[in-house]
């Protein structure tokens, strides 16, 4: 199952790419497989998925314990600062960097292991208060003095849209994501490079490729419908 909806989810972001005028090179497909088991990411990493995205640091260690070694491990999920210890030199990028104490304590770890940490901002870019982020408007703030820390690189920004029914809802949130992500390239900080949009879910990631995403994280659409229930 998981090969034919990877096909489906690749036959979509190809026809998105054509339709924008953008080469598929530049958007990446991350799978988010977090709740799914072993087996399920064996079939994604045969059918040559090598980018998996998890949302909590547990059991992201325990799948890069057991998976191949060249898979790219991108941490998608809120986290907290005593579990940031665990990603040094495992974790491919952090998606979810939304304070400077998070950012500080990632810069702390990442010398002290002596690696250096590719980094995302994420921004409520809807202003949605159940969610996680930086407002836009500390954005900039927040890129200017996270760029600062040695050992770290931010290397642009991610938001998750809000949960709606028709995807064309969330094309004014990544465009005005987008539209963030060019002005803070155009302020030029140094060791700021604006380069990756992480944009676009199961829901709505053909209009987060229209609007310019280049990394999408697709779960659902690969592994089918997560299981929250009582194990
Ligand atoms: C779970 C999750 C996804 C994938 O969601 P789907 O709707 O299943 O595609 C993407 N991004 C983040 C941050 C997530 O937590």
Redesign the pocket.
Same mark, same amino acid.
């Not at 994280?217 to 659409?221: A, D, P």
């Given at each position: 199952m998981v090969r034919e909806n990877l096909a489906e989810v690749e036959r979509r972001i190809q026809a998105a790419c054509d339709r924008a005028g953008r080469d598929r090179s530049e958007v990446t497909l991350i799978a988010?497989s977090?709740t799914k088991p072993i087996p399920m990411l064996n079939e994604a990493y045969e059918a040559g998925v090598r980018e998996f995205?998890e949302?909590k640091v547990q059991e992201m260690m325990d799948k890069f314990e057991v998976m191949p070694s060249d898979i790219h491990w991108h941490m998608?999920?809120h986290l907290q600062r005593n579990k940031v210890k665990y990603l040094m030199g495992k974790s491919y990028l952090i998606h979810s960097v939304d304070s400077l104490r998070l950012a500080e304590e990632i810069s702390a770890q990442s010398v002290k292991h002596g690696v250096d940490t590719d980094i995302l901002i994420e921004v409520n870019i809807a202003g949605e208060e159940s969610k996680f982020g930086t407002s836009s408007e500390e954005a900039i703030q927040l890129v200017t003095e996270a760029a600062k820390l040695p050992n770290l690189h931010i290397l642009g920004l991610m938001t998750?849209a809000p949960y709606v029914e028709n995807p064309e809802d969330n094309r004014i949130y990544f465009r005005k994501i987008r539209e963030l992500s060019v002005d803070i390239a155009s302020k030029k900080i140094d060791n700021v490079c604006m380069r990756i949009l992480s944009m676009g879910?199961? +829901?709505d990631y053909e209009v987060a490729i229209e609007e310019g995403a280049t990394m999408v994280?697709? +779960?659902?659409?690969i592994f089918g419908e997560r299981d929250y229930g009582l194990k």
């Open positions: 988010v977090k995205g949302n998608i999920g998750i879910m199961t +829901g994280r697709v +779960g659902t659409g």
